[in-house]
């Protein structure tokens, strides 16, 4: 018989309970915060801030986007807004008189164009399926 045998399965293993260390952490951190918070704000503004501290920890540790967690689509953003950037461009050529000369491309017409070949099914795929399962016979 063969049995097709996943190879790469990545899943992380819960510590505490139903709850992965990083969840607990973000919950953990969050729950002492409202502790902290309870002794030094008016009850109205503590219920406030734990409700926006709790809902962020939960955000934080059970959203995921598109299979990234928030954390991640959180330091990306940030990421990319405060490092620098280069904008690049192409200097176009000008004539004598200062005007922006026109490059006219030349269009393909159909009798250049090679038909393209489909093929069933590329060797690529094949050999990715074959390094992602592992085939054994008995």
């Known amino acids: 018989m063969r049995f097709t045998i996943p190879q790469f399965i990545e899943r992380e293993p819960k510590i505490v309970g139903p709850l992965t260390f990083n969840q607990f952490i ?21 219920l406030l801030a734990c409700f926006v501290v709790g809902g962020a920890a939960l955000s934080m540790a059970f959203l995921k986007v598109d299979g990234i967690p928030l954390i991640n689509r959180i330091g990306n953003f940030l990421k990319f807004t405060l490092s620098p950037k280069m904008y690049l461009w192409k200097m176009q050529k ?27 099914r590329s060797k690529l795929k094949n050999k990715k399926t074959e390094v992602e399962t592992k085939k054994i016979s008995q």
């Not at 973000?26 to 503004?45: E, K, Q, R, V």
């Not at 000008?94 to 069933?120: C, H, M, N, W, Y």
């Open 26 to 46: 973000y919950l953990g951190i969050a729950g002492a915060i409202c502790f902290f918070l309870y002794f030094t704000l008016p009850f109205a503004l503590f």
């Open 94 to 120: 000008r004539s004598s008189a200062g005007f922006v000369e026109k490059t006219i491309e030349k269009e393909e017409t159909p009798e250049d164009q090679t038909p393209l070949k489909i093929a069933a």
